[in-house]
T-cell receptor
Framework: QKEVEQNSGPLSVPEGAIASLNCTYS??????FFWYRQYSGKSPELIMS????GDKEDGRFTAQLNKASQYVSLLIRDSQPSDSATYLC???????????FGAGTRLFVKA | DTAVSQTPKYLVTQMGNDKSIKCEQN?????MYWYKQDSKKFLKIMFS???????INETVPNRFSPKSPDKAHLNLHINSLELGDSAVYFC?????????????FGPGTRLTVT
């Protein structure tokens, strides 16, 4: 079992729709969770962090965390073509020094 | 005012050569990282330094040697380059503390070994 799993996609949504990206992780002791966005040929950039169960909203982005289910998700409301990128789920391992990335989900937003 | 910078941006070299990649951050962070992103876009940690001390050393061939002269710099030296070393190498930094490690990435160095 991979430590951090994501559906590789591609996930295609029409402009204005909600894009839902999912991630599961295997280390039950993980405490910190992040979503990074990576445009083709560019470096990853942090878009959301979440540490507690529940939802965290920032603009059009909502991160959801369920530690019991070892599941974290990212919702993008009113998706725009500029949201088209690969979204990487990242989890800090127990102990706190190692970040484990998922393989990423490619998102396409069709105009 | 680049936060995390890397040089060079592109590196094309032949098998068997030795090369170095440099990284600098001006964010005042105390932890720096090297990641390798392969052709399938999978981002995998190689090394991590906290206050110039090596804290993560993943299963990486010993041809790869990181060096941190100070908290703001982390360099990566690669000996006897192989075809499989071709990838994009990212440097990153974060402010250590209580499990809150939001990382900031450099622009990447695309290494091509021919």
């Amino acid at each position: 079992q991979k430590e951090v799993e994501q559906n590789s996609g591609p996930l295609s949504v029409p402009e204005g729709a909600i894009a839902s990206l999912n991630c599961t992780y295997s280390d039950r002791g993980s405490q910190s969770f992040f979503w990074y966005r990576q445009y083709s040929g560019k470096s990853p950039e942090l878009i959301m962090s979440i540490y507690s169960n529940g939802d965290k909203e920032d603009g059009r982005f909502t991160a959801q965390l369920n530690k019991a289910s070892q599941y974290v998700s990212l919702l993008i409301r009113d998706s725009q073509p500029s949201d088209s990128a690969t979204y990487l789920c990242a989890v800090i391992s127990t102990g706190g020094f190692k970040t484990i990335f998922g393989a990423g989900t490619r998102l396409f937003v069709k105009a | 005012d680049t936060a995390v910078s890397q040089t060079p941006k592109y590196l094309v070299t032949q098998m068997g050569n030795d090369k170095s990649i440099k990284c600098e951050q001006n964010l005042g962070h105390d932890t720096m990282y090297w990641y390798k992103q392969d052709s399938k876009k999978f981002l995998k940690i190689m090394f991590s330094y906290n206050n110039k001390e090596l804290i993560i050393n993943e299963t990486v061939p010993n041809r790869f040697s990181p060096k941190s002269p100070d908290k703001a710099h982390l360099n990566l030296h690669i000996n006897s380059l192989e075809l499989g070393d071709s990838a994009v190498y990212f440097c990153a930094s974060s402010q250590g503390g209580a499990m809150i490690y939001e990382q900031y990435f450099g622009p990447g160095t695309r290494l091509t070994v021919t």
